[in-house]
């Protein structure tokens, strides 16, 4: 007795086509915002929340940009030879949560009303925290997932420099030399001899 065959495996979506789809809807649900804002208040409603959210996130972006120059100005003066150094402001400093604050600057110019309500959430500094905390956690299990199966950050960046684009994999090992190198016969950059085995 033949049994029929087994369903093909249901092929997972692919992430691009997930991105999509996602930006599609929430591109769907900001235009029907839109109009029922609209509808209820009025078209230059819309309008003036419209340019105010820009305005707003321009001056914002504007801010985090200058305290992030500021804070890489401040750095490099540290780093010179014989700069004093300097204890920070404190917990708060400068940089803190300033990518989070540009992308709250920038959800803040794109327009729609979800994307402000979402850019006015990361103008607040409690939930710029918790985002950053989430990020981090986020990343480090991203991270701990991928060197699951080599042993140690090092073994995998190692292992994965072993594998040629090709998908071909060498076999070998990475030596690093940290000495200095002599001037010889091959340092130019001329064709070399091919290795003998």
Known sequence: MTG???????????????????AAAWLVLEIWLLTLVADAAGGLTVLALLVGGGVLGAAVIKRAGRRAFRTLTETLQQRQPGAAPTSPAGPDRASTGNGF??????????????????????????????????AERTLERRMRAAVAGYGSLDDAFQKARMHRPDGKVVEGEVI??????????????????????
């Open 4 to 22: 029929s065959p087994p369903p093909p495996a249901r092929k997972p979506r692919s992430r691009a086509r997930t991105v999509a789809l996602g």
């Open 101 to 134: 604050l540009m992308l709250g600057g920038l959800l803040l110019m794109i327009p729609g009303l979800i994307s402000d309500v979402a850019g006015l959430l990361l103008l607040v500094p409690g939930v710029r925290t918790w985002a950053g905390r989430y």
């Open 176 to 197: 690093r030399d940290d000495t200095p190198r002599r001037p010889g016969a091959y340092d130019d950059e001329g064709p070399r001899p091919p290795l003998n085995r």
